[in-house]
Nanobody, 121 residues
């Protein structure tokens, strides 16, 4: 089993920044492609960003390109999501996800419990 624990969420003003972290345990971290998803109130969960096992390639939803950066530290078993220029529409629960393949697919194998990000206008 793989355990994912997110942290770093909170309440922030529009225009501010946050860095979310996801600590992974249970299996070799470098075996897993990682990603971030989010779910806003009343909406379905949506893809935000993904990074390959090696960290050599990243992919972003169009809505966050240029403001969000995903990265990973395989030595620390942690994946990060740096968020800049936060907007009220970024308000959501952010989930970390893992899948044992080179690139994250549509149905990750493992999910974290989520961390709340609230952006005030």
């Amino acid at each position: 089993q793989v355990q994912l624990v997110e942290s770093g969420g909170g309440l922030v003003q529009a225009g501010g920044s946050l860095r979310l972290s996801c600590a992974v345990s249970g299996r070799p971290f470098s075996n897993y492609a990682m990603g971030w998803f989010r779910q806003a109130p009343g909406k379905e969960r949506e893809f935000v960003a993904a990074i390959t096992r090696s960290g050599s390639s990243t992919h972003y939803a169009d809505s966050v390109k240029g403001r969000f950066t995903i990265s990973r530290d395989n030595a620390k078993n942690t994946v990060y999501l740096q968020i800049y220029s936060l907007k009220p529409e970024d308000t959501a629960v952010y989930y970390c996800a893992a899948q044992q393949r080179t690139r994250l697919g549509a149905s990750p194998d493992y999910w974290g419990q989520g961390t709340q990000v609230t952006v005030s206008s």
